[in-house]
């Protein structure tokens, strides 16, 4: 009986002891819990005091951001910002820490690790030399490698300075590897002018390549005392470019003249080409445009080396057409596997297209495709291949060249010419309606679960970018902010990339052609007879939909109007206003397409013309018409005298078969 109660007893107490348990759980459970709703509520709020300045009540909010939640990682991180802002070094090392040790696995845990070694390198270096080592096993990107390297090398330099014991050379050259690393890689870097020194203090007996390392960054970095003191201990036929350079920049021109002379002459060849190239670009700007030439052409006349082919090359872009031929023939002949022996070979070819000298181009043209098949230039010298064979009635050639830039390079002005071509289009645009189309999310929505998905949900952007590197979400995170220049140019270079473009319903060719005032244009654009299109990309090229965009000669807005011009049109349409209402869009739009409408009427409707007129003038675009020797509008835009214009045209041409490719119904 005494044994039953006494069981009975013990079972009382477990159970009072997992009902304990259970409070206690559930009284932690309940102070990390939290809804998920609350939680995005949290981080919106402590989001926005940041984005407005009040870092302490963003600091405290982000704590409160529960340690279930996959977005503590990222609100751990925000307090980091916080605090390094705020000058709290402690509490910014703290979270840095919290981060990686937390969450290791997660992608700001590298990045925040670096931050963490740089805040330890002063007073806890062992510490910073273990984190700096992680850094460099982890996927972080190359750049904060090499620099955790330098960091490593920094460290241990450090010590071998306080040190008795006597290091081997090998030991030494180890560290100094970092060091040449980082200036060879990265010699404009940030940390570059602190590399310099550090290595130079570590070794005072440096040998002559890298000393040279250190005065080119000391002179990126525009420290020209520090960078002569060091030039002493170097042969001049060693560093003369970059001494010319440095003299340059310190207004010696007299040393900038005698050396680069000298240089050119006897020493091309201890010098890199990019100083070479630097030390000519210097020289030559100590004349005037009319000069540049013809001290080209002397530097040229006693250059020695294969560097003069930079010489070359300035030479053959100052002279004109006639000789302009025989220069690049010559270049081509003579440097045939220089980096500017493609540029060489493609001016030839279009030189002889403008001369339509055809049998011989259409020789080069296969040498072309042959030799640089992935070359920037390829669409142009594809379509004026197909153009030839056209001269020559052969129609099977001339569709496949089309065709070819067509399924390669549908984005290009010449995948526009192609297809217009081929389908007997005579006029430069054609009336088409288009759909508007919103800029979204350029890939398929992030799920649920996805932690894109959540930092969409709190509109952490900048996290987002951080998170993930690629650059049209870099570009879709500009335009969510209103940034729509800089999103436009983010999501055309990242598409210049790509070697094999998306078809054209991909949500990423929103983002390099996004339809922003498109309704405005249209409304605008209607109202003039101008093509809807045409005009998006004027705007487009003119100012990347900035209508705050103000040029270096007082154009303004969108459409980038001159004053005096955009007042002209104004009075013709009693239309009155104040120089600043140009930055108002409506405004601007609607004075622009008037204007265009004007000058399109002025040059008998052609919109190739018009266009060549909006960006050179109406006056020099009819004195072209009458000197070039033309038979169809390519042959026109190959022959416009500035290469300004002639771009200008390409470029506007290129954004209007993307609207219409991109937006056009059906």
Known sequence: MVMLNLRDRDKGIIAGFVLLLCLIGGFYFAKIYQPEAKTIKIYKQALKD???????????????????????????????????????????LHRYQQLFKRYPSNKLSAEAKYSAAQLLLEDEPALALKYFNDVVKSNISEDYKVASEYYIARISASKMKYSRKIFSKKKMSEIE??????????????????????WKKFNTNMQKSDIILVIRAYYLAGMYKEAKELMESVKDENVWALKVSTAYSTKDFA???????????????????????????????????????????KLLSSAKGDKKVYLWDLKCQGINDKGKLSCYEDLYKNFSNSKYSENALYQVIMLNVKAKDYKKARTLV???????????????????????????????????????????????????????????????????????????????????????NKLMQVQDYDMMVKYINDDFIASWVEYEKGNYAASMIIARDAMDK????????????????????????????????????????????????????????????????????AREIGQKHGITFNNSYLFNPELNLRLGNLYYSSINKMLEGKDVSAIAAYNGGIGSVTRWKSN???????????????????NYVIKVFRSYWNYTRIYQKG
Request: hydrophobic fraction near 35%.
């Open 628 to 646: 070039l020797k033309y038979d169809d509008p390519d042959e026109f835009v190959e022959q416009i005298p500035y290469d300004e214009t002639r």
């Open 498 to 565: 790509l070697d094999v473009k998306p078809v054209k319903s991909d949500l990423r060719w929103r983002l390099v052609y996004p339809q922003n005032y498109y309704k405005q244009v249209k409304k605008f654009a209607d109202e003039a007879k101008n093509n809807d299109a045409l005009m998006m990309g004027i705007v487009r090229e003119e100012s990347s939909f900035n209508s705050q965009a103000q040029s270096g000669v007082g154009a303004i807005g969108l459409m980038q109007l001159m004053p005096t011009t």
């Open 366 to 452: 296969k040498d072309f495709l042959s030799k640089y098949p992935k070359s920037k230039k390829a669409p142009e010298i594809l379509f004026w291949a197909g153009k030839i064979e056209q001269k020559y009635n052969n129609f099977n050639a001339m569709g496949n060249y089309f065709q070819s830039i067509i399924n390669n390079y549908p984005d290009s002005y010449y995948a526009y010419r192609a297809y217009w071509l081929m389908k007997g289009v005579q006029s430069a645009t054609i009336p088409t309606e288009l759909n508007y189309k919103p800029v979204v999310y350029p890939y398929k929505q992030p799920g649920d679960k996805d932690i894109l």
């Open 50 to 92: 940041y984005d407005n300045g009040n870092y302490s009540n963003a600091y405290f909010l982000f704590s409160k951001i529960s340690h279930l939640s996959d977005l503590k990682p990222f609100a751990v991180y925000r307090q980091a910002m916080c605090a390094k802002i705020l000058g709290d070094k402690e509490s910014e």
């Open 177 to 198: 590897v970092a060091f040449r690393d980082y200036l060879e890689k990265y010699p404009n870097g940030r940390l570059a002018p602190s590399v310099a020194t550090t």
């Open 255 to 297: 040393t900038v003249y005698n050396l680069t002379e000298t240089g050119v002459e006897k020493y091309s060849d201890n010098v890199t080409e990019e100083d070479y190239n630097r030390a000519v670009d210097n020289y030559l700007s100590m004349f005037d445009a009319k000069q540049q030439f013809h001290y080209a052409s």
